[in-house]
């Protein structure tokens, strides 16, 4: 009996355990739950964008369709012929409106970009020769949001075009005109190089993280709306900068974690599969203790590769390694060194032979580039 009390008491015990760590743990910090994007994003196509039964006259407006790019918009309409719209987005100067025509087309979804933040923009629509203005309200700017300090422009020599910036970890990727206002941003983490690929469409990081302190997943392709159209996932996952090949492959700036270092590795992504064709390890091709700098403070990180760039002349990748003084370009096909730009100072004999020759008496190397 005592062995039957016993076996009682100790289930009895785990019970309440159990019920103790739900309450403590589960209950007071329940999971959070976030819908995938590109889901969410394939769930408004096909029920808020479905329906295009209205007219320039009564349009519908869809603010922030996609959910990420708080300062655009879509207009839904329909007409009676092919009608070639005309979109001006009125800014607070002439030169900083920013127009828009788009192909005739009887059913009109039409992207808005450039809205002013925490105001209520005034957007000029022409159809058939005739405007129709229509007003669309947009939320202020996240409270954490980091505005330029100074802005100087010179009307004589800027156009309407859109400065972009991007952070390299927290802070927003945004867009903003000649007069220093914020005309675009992202409100989710969406980093590093940001550029238009041939197709028009926009290439950022993935807004998910890897590994500290800011590797990414991999790479996005979007339009301006926020609209996802691919991502592609990396093992090694994406940072710094990526290069469209003339072949619409793209040559990424990832990572090997098995080789125990970082920002060394390229890889080429076939953009119709997603899969990794051809791999650059630095880590053969460079020596990793030579050249070091005041920026090189462990052996996991001893190149910093901030940059990749293809020259098709040449056939040839030039990279950018920040912990070593040195812009590098290897040959793309066999890998090896073609030259190096940087102070030789530090560096073995045998890769002297790499490095270009100083002209001119006042000439200093970069440093940290």
Request: charged residues 20%.
């Amino acid at each position: 009996m005592k062995t039957k009390y016993k076996f009682l008491f100790l289930i009895f015990t785990a019970c309440v355990s159990s019920i103790l760590i739900y309450y403590f743990c589960e209950k007071s910090q329940p999971v959070s739950y976030r819908q995938d994007l590109i889901s969410y994003q394939n769930k408004v196509d096909e029920t808020e964008l479905m329906d295009t039964n209205y007219t320039i006259n009564d349009p519908k407006i869809i603010v922030n369709p996609y959910g990420i790019s708080p300062l655009t918009a879509l207009v839904i309409f329909e007409t009676r012929d092919l009608t070639t719209p005309r979109v001006t987005v009125l800014g607070k100067t002439t030169n900083a409106n920013i127009t828009s025509t788009f192909k005739p087309n009887k059913v009109h979804y039409l992207p808005i970009y450039g809205l002013y933040p925490g105001e209520e923009n005034s957007v000029i629509i022409n159809v058939n020769n005739k405007d129709y203005v229509i007003h669309i309200k947009t939320d202020p700017l996240p409270e954490d949001f980091v505005k330029p300090t100074s802005v100087t422009s010179s009307d004589n020599l800027n156009g309407n075009e859109l400065y972009f910036v991007t952070p390299s970890s927290k802070g927003y990727t945004s867009a903003y005109d000649i007069n220093g206002d914020v005309r675009w941003y992202l409100d989710d983490y969406f980093l590093w190089e940001i550029s238009t690929l041939k197709n028009g469409n926009l290439m950022l990081s993935s807004n998910r993280s890897i590994n500290p302190p800011y590797y990414m997943t991999g790479l996005v392709e979007m339009n301006m709306l926020g609209k996802i159209y691919y991502e592609y996932s990396l093992e090694g996952g994406y940072h710094h900068d990526y290069f469209e090949l003339s072949n619409g492959n793209l040559l990424v700036a990832s990572d090997n974690f098995t080789n125990g270092t970082v920002e060394d590795y390229i890889v080429e992504i076939d953009r119709d599969t997603g899969k990794i064709v051809k791999t650059f390890d630095l880590t053969k091709i460079l020596p990793q203790n030579q050249g070091k700098n005041e920026n090189y403070t462990t052996d996991y990180d001893w190149f910093h590769n901030n940059s990749v760039w293809y020259d098709e002349k040449t056939d040839s990748i030039t990279l950018s390694g920040r912990h070593m003084d040195s812009v590098v370009n290897i040959d793309y096909e066999t890998s090896e060194i073609n030259w190096i730009v940087g102070d030789p100072s530090g560096w073995d004999k045998k890769y002297k032979k790499y490095f270009f020759t100083p002209v001119g008496a006042t000439f200093d190397w970069q440093y940290a580039q």
